[in-house]
């Protein structure tokens, strides 16, 4: 059983629908818990970083992690064109080496 | 502005020639990452490094080798490149401040 679990996609919505990714864990000591944005041709490049559960808001990007049930989500609000790319999760444990496990990533299409 | 830098972007070669990317940061962060990412599937931990000097093997077993002379450059070696080895490259790095990783473009790598 993989450690991080995401679905592949791809999602396709319309420009301004509201977009909701999620990720399931496996591994109660993860800590940290991050989205990456990657495009096309391009290295990831980290969007949201969360510390335990609770909400982190950055402007129409929303992390919501729920450690109780091991689920984390990624909200985008009014999503746009440019935001089509894939989304990979990530985490890792609070102590020892910094370690990150990545989801396999979501691809997201976003039509005008 | 990426502040970590990979080279070749692209890359075609022979099966069973020697191959070095490159893999430069000018961030300071002590330490440095290698993974390989497939599509549709998840970034897999090759090598990384505490530091100079400090090098070790990541998850998934690798046949490339690694140096860490400079804290600022980490290049990664096939001896023998094989149609095996094809897949992308990507470099990425961490600071005892940093939140998440930073990334490189990557290297997509054929070997033909």
């Known amino acids: 059983q993989k450690e991080v679990e995401q679905d592949p996609g791809p999602l396709s919505v319309p420009e301004g629908a509201i977009v909701s990714l999620n990720c399931t864990y496996s591994?109660?000591?993860?800590?940290?818990f991050m989205w990456y944005r990657q495009y096309s041709r391009k290295g990831p490049e980290l969007l949201m970083y969360?510390?335990?559960?609770g909400n982190k808001e950055d402007g129409r990007f929303t992390a919501q992690v729920d450690k109780s049930s091991k689920y984390i989500s990624l909200f985008i609000r009014d999503s746009q064109p440019s935001d089509s790319a894939t989304y990979l999760c990530?985490?890792?444990?609070?102590?020892?080496?910094?370690?990150?496990?990545f989801g396999t990533g979501t691809r997201l299409l976003v039509s005008p | 502005e990426a502040d970590i830098y990979q080279t070749p972007r692209y890359l075609v070669i022979g099966t069973g020639k020697k191959i070095t990317l490159e893999c430069s940061q000018t961030?300071?962060?002590?330490?440095m990452y290698w993974y390989q990412q497939d599509p549709g599937m998840e970034l897999h931990l090759i090598h990384y490094?505490?530091?100079?000097?400090?090098?070790e093997k990541g998850d998934l077993s690798s046949e490339s080798t690694v140096s860490r002379i400079r804290t600022e450059h980490f290049p990664l070696t096939l001896e023998s490149a094989r149609p095996s080895h094809t897949s992308q490259y990507l470099c990425?790095?961490?600071?005892?401040?940093?939140?998440?990783?930073?990334f490189g473009s990557g290297t997509r790598l054929t070997v033909v």
């Open positions: 990425a790095s961490s600071g005892i401040s940093s939140r998440g990783y930073t």
């Open positions: 591994n109660s000591a993860f800590q940290y």
């Open positions: 969360t510390y335990s559960s």
């Open positions: 990530a985490m890792r444990r609070n102590t020892g080496f910094q370690k990150l496990v």
């Open positions: 961030m300071g962060h002590d330490k």
């Open positions: 490094s505490y530091g100079v000097n400090s090098t």
